[in-house]
């Protein structure tokens, strides 16, 4: 049950994309079809942006955008925005029929 | 509108115990998974438990299991966790979180803080 690969910190300027890269193994992130992304900002709830690997829920933005290689499954944010500054983490289900949380990675808007 | 409200944190000594509670509301309790995610201060989350809608499956993170114990009251839609020989590294806002897909935690309470110390 070890956590998922994150970067530690990505930046971008207001209106550019950016990428996060999550690295698990082939009993996790690699074997199912179940990554999901969580924003949270700080002292608040985690919120729910992606799940399914590329799924957005209703009232998420559609310039978050998911999507999955391998062991590796990645968040785009397009178009980034001020409010869009937060920690991001993914989460994945595992063949030990557990959940896996990323490491987590800080967006700054520069 | 869903609502998740968690109560029981506080301040216990190592080796003790504390029991969480989440009350739900504004949806179908007895159709959905429910967890417990922790979150360390400064620190990133962590899956704890997640408990099956009938109460009949309960998945737990290595490091609790034989401590943690998940349940629910689908009558009372209360999801609960007993937290038993704390220890310090236990410490965390713990969030009580609903399934709306499969490793999808749609809905999340504001967090309890449990912080265990001597």
């Known amino acids: 049950q070890s956590a998922l690969t994150q970067p530690r910190s990505v930046s971008g300027s207001p209106g550019q994309s950016v990428t996060i890269s999550c690295t698990g193994t082939?009993?996790?992130?690699?074997?199912?079809?179940?990554v999901s992304w969580y924003q949270q900002h700080p002292g608040k709830a985690p919120k729910l942006m992606i799940y399914d690997v590329s799924k957005r829920p209703s009232g998420v933005p559609d310039r978050f955008s998911g999507s999955k290689s391998g062991n590796t499954a990645s968040l785009t944010i397009s178009g980034l925005q001020a409010e869009d500054e937060a920690d991001y983490y993914c989460c994945s289900y595992a063949a030990t029929y557990t959940d896996v949380f990323g490491t987590g990675t800080k967006v700054t808007v520069l | 509108e869903v609502q998740l409200v968690e109560s029981g944190g506080g301040l216990v000594q190592p080796g003790g115990s504390l029991r969480l509670s989440c009350a739900a509301s504004g949806f179908t309790f007895n159709n959905d998974w429910m967890t417990w995610v922790r979150q360390a201060p400064g620190k990133g989350l962590e899956w704890v438990a997640s408990i099956k809608q009938d109460g009949s499956e309960k998945l737990y993170v290595d490091s609790v299991k034989g401590r943690f114990t998940i349940s629910r009251d689908n009558p009372k839609n209360s999801l609960y966790l007993q937290m038993n020989s704390l220890r310090v590294e236990d410490t965390a806002v713990y969030y009580c979180a609903r399934a709306t897909a499969v490793a999808a935690w749609g809905n999340w309470g504001q967090g309890t803080l449990v912080t265990v110390s001597s």
């Open positions: 082939s009993s996790d992130v690699g074997a199912y079809n179940y």
